[in-house]
């Protein structure tokens, strides 16, 4: 869906507020709170907190406050439609056409996956998004790599992931190729962004992945936007009843986030509390779906 009137890099700088305001909002919303409290709590005034939260999510804040009034959070808006296509070829179109998506081939044959990438060309690079500054890593073959820094973000403690910064993403990709060849570009990076999150052709996704993890990518690709399933009924879509556990590895090893939406799976007690790029993305992430599910 595209949003000529906020740009990316705008909806990149809002996220951080909005992200602060749905965590407010989700701990409040049984009391109410009115524009004017909601808008003291992430420092902006009533006008301004009004005017941003509609542009960035699509919905007002008493839409947002209406909603989750009237079901669980895993349950919001049970609307959208999905499509699976072949093996080998993926389709998904919700009704704004957020995740248009297409796998075009595997990023990396059998071989070049087990020499940690070697023969590879890579290019990784830095872009805004409406949810914050992502790291792509984009081969000849299509995307294969999209996550989410937050610089500043705190060490993980217990369960619960708070972000990592842009080094430790952009490490933590690299070694996933330890013998490809990487350079970034931070320009082509920002065209693919524009690519995800404005355009509405289909966008080639390049990723290698066993069999299983590929059914486990394919079960979540069958999730309507906005709504989320634990990892053991991911496993039981992807005809694997038995293997919850395999199924959450197999989400966690999941390289392209948002696309390939691993945001829609929760553990078995429904938190959101296990999401690698952040609970507070994961959170904006579903909302956002929601309201253009709407």
């Known amino acids: 869906m595209t949003n000529t009137a906020f740009s990316l890099s705008e909806r990149s700088v809002a996220y951080a507020r909005m992200a602060e305001a749905l965590s407010h909002l989700g701990d409040t919303w049984r009391d109410w709170p009115d524009l004017a409290e909601c808008a003291r709590a992430v420092g902006l005034s009533p006008h301004h907190f009004q005017r941003e939260f509609t542009r960035w999510a699509g919905i007002s804040p008493k839409q947002y406050q209406a909603a989750l ?131 509405t052709e289909p966008v080639p996704v390049a990723l290698y992945g066993t069999p299983f993890r590929r059914q486990i990518w394919r079960a979540l690709l069958d999730i309507p936007p906005g709504e989320t399933r634990t990892y053991g009924e991911v496993a039981t879509a992807a005809g694997k009843p038995k293997a919850a556990r395999a199924a959450g590895t197999a989400i966690g090893a999941n390289t392209i986030s948002w696309l390939i939406p691993c945001h829609r799976a929760l553990a078995s007690d429904g938190r959101l509390h296990n999401y690698h790029w952040g609970v507070a993305r994961k959170r904006a992430m579903l909302t956002f779906e929601r309201a253009h599910a709407a």
């Not at 499509?83 to 595997?106: K, N, Q, V």
Request: glycine share 16%; hydrophobic share 35%; net charge negative.
């Open 69 to 199: 009034a009237h079901a669980a959070a895993g349950d919001l808006l049970r609307e959208g439609a999905s499509l699976l296509d072949t093996s080998y070829e993926t389709g998904l179109s919700g009704p704004s056409r957020l995740h248009d998506l297409f796998i075009a081939h595997e990023g990396l044959t059998p071989g070049e996956a087990k020499t940690g990438g070697q023969g590879a060309d890579l290019v990784m690079g830095e872009a805004e998004t409406p949810f914050g500054t992502a790291v792509l890593v984009i081969s000849r073959r299509g995307l294969c790599g999209l996550g989410f820094a937050d610089d500043g973000a705190e060490m993980k403690s217990g369960f619960e992931h708070p972000g990592y910064g842009k080094t430790a993403v952009k490490q933590d990709f690299a070694s996933r190729y330890p013998n490809a060849s990487v350079r970034e570009d931070n320009g082509e990076a920002a065209r693919w962004a524009t690519r995800i999150f404005e355009g």
